[in-house]
């Protein structure tokens, strides 16, 4: 009766981990379609293959149970060599993590990584492979991937924390390591002879993992939202009054209209917040609302409102480190869409330039 009721366990957990971990690899893959494909990234995709293995490991087992073609060592092998496969994806999702830990970003990041997880992973899995066709028993051998996922789990745990700290989800941070310290659990578990008990655990953390996955997905996404620069009509500019008191004065700018809920305030030094104040109160005040560039070859007896593009360079740049945070922007995506937003040339290229955003959007609050 207990071999019975064990049987049946088993074939449960087996059709619960081939369906719901190929239906999670499914959702991965597809949100790695719509949004990952065109951003060259593909540490999901690494994420989606890692739980592929628990489907697949679910198949075997399901396997060994209606058939008798599988040996209970042939059936631990294949069990042990998917659990390897699954960590070693699991470590090769890591480099594409945006966020990872001072400590361990220059070692994830360097170019001997691959070597680094991958000569473990040989040294675990060829005993494994071993085992299975020549049938010998080893102790040490057959809990060798228990070690690399205790490995991977370490790595994984850090690089988890950091990714949800940076993107101010702490409450995930705190589930991503109870997470981590159930799956230390369950993989201490394979140790020991329960089996019922070593289903529970396996259930539990697999589960609370892909919850994980989806989260570190949909964090993600979040990101990537709260990053989009908005067109010109849909920013605001809110300029507060200068605290001559404090030193420097007070040079923050408030932008209204990036995704989420707060506003953003940016702090400037006082020469770029005058800079783009003058913009703001050219763009307000005047019907010639354009400001000047200093030509190279420029006259002596006339002011100019801006003395080279570099002071524009250097505007853009403090003002995307204050909305995201130095080096947490690129070229690309973020500076040239901001410069769009912001200003416009003149069409006769006569080296002025304006505010873009109408004038409507602006506020600037009297001396």
């Excluded at 087996?14 to 369906?19: D, I, K, R, T």
């Excluded at 040490?140 to 370490?154: G, H, S």
């Excluded at 799956?183 to 259930?203: C, E, G, P, R």
């Excluded at 040239?336 to 609050?365: A, D, G, Q």
Aim: charged content about 20%; glycine content about 4%; proline content about 4%.
């Amino acid at each position: 009766m207990d071999a019975q009721v064990s049987s049946e366990i088993s074939m449960f957990y087996g059709w619960w981990q081939l369906s719901v971990c190929l239906f999670a690899f499914l959702s991965l893959m597809a949100i790695w379609y719509h949004i990952g494909k065109k951003q060259n990234d593909y540490g999901p995709v690494w994420l989606a293959l890692s739980v592929l293995c628990w489907a697949l490991s679910g198949l075997v087992e399901i396997i060994s149970l209606n058939y008798n073609g599988l040996y209970p060592h042939f059936k631990d092998g294949l069990r042990s060599t998917l659990s390897l496969t699954n960590s070693l994806f699991i470590l090769m999702a890591l480099p594409w993590f945006k966020y990872l830990p001072k400590q361990l970003a220059p070692l994830i990041k360097s170019k001997f990584w691959p070597y680094i997880i991958g000569i473990p992973f040989a040294f675990a899995l060829f005993p494994t492979l071993f085992k299975m066709f020549l049938v010998r028993e080893a102790y040490v051998i057959n809990e060798l991937d228990v070690v690399y996922a205790l490995l991977t789990l370490l790595f994984l745990g850090f690089v988890l924390w950091e990714s949800f700290i940076k993107r101010r989800l702490p409450l995930l941070g705190w589930l991503a390591l109870i997470t981590i310290l159930v799956t230390l659990m369950a993989q201490m578990y394979k140790l020991m002879d329960s089996t019922i008990n070593l289903l529970l655990f396996s259930a539990i953390f697999k589960t609370s993992l892909i919850m994980l996955f989806f989260a570190l997905a949909l964090s993600w996404v979040k990101e990537l939202t709260e990053t989009v620069i908005p067109e010109p009509h849909q920013l605001k500019l809110l300029f507060g009054k200068t605290d001559n008191q404090k030193s420097g004065g007070e040079t923050s700018v408030t932008l209204i209209g990036f995704a989420g809920n707060k506003d953003r305030i940016v702090r400037l030094t006082p020469a770029l917040y005058r800079l783009l104040r003058t913009f703001a109160e050219r763009k307000l005040n005047s019907t010639d609302n354009w400001l000047e560039i200093k030509p190279k070859n420029f006259e002596a007896s006339k002011n100019y409102d801006i003395n080279d593009h570099n002071e524009l360079k250097r505007l853009l740049e403090a003002l995307l480190n204050g909305l995201f945070g130095k080096k947490n922007w690129t070229r690309d995506k973020h500076y040239n869409p901001l410069k769009s937003t912001l200003f416009e040339m003149s069409e006769n290229r006569e080296r002025k330039i304006r505010l873009h955003i109408p004038k409507e959007n602006i506020h600037v609050e009297n001396e």
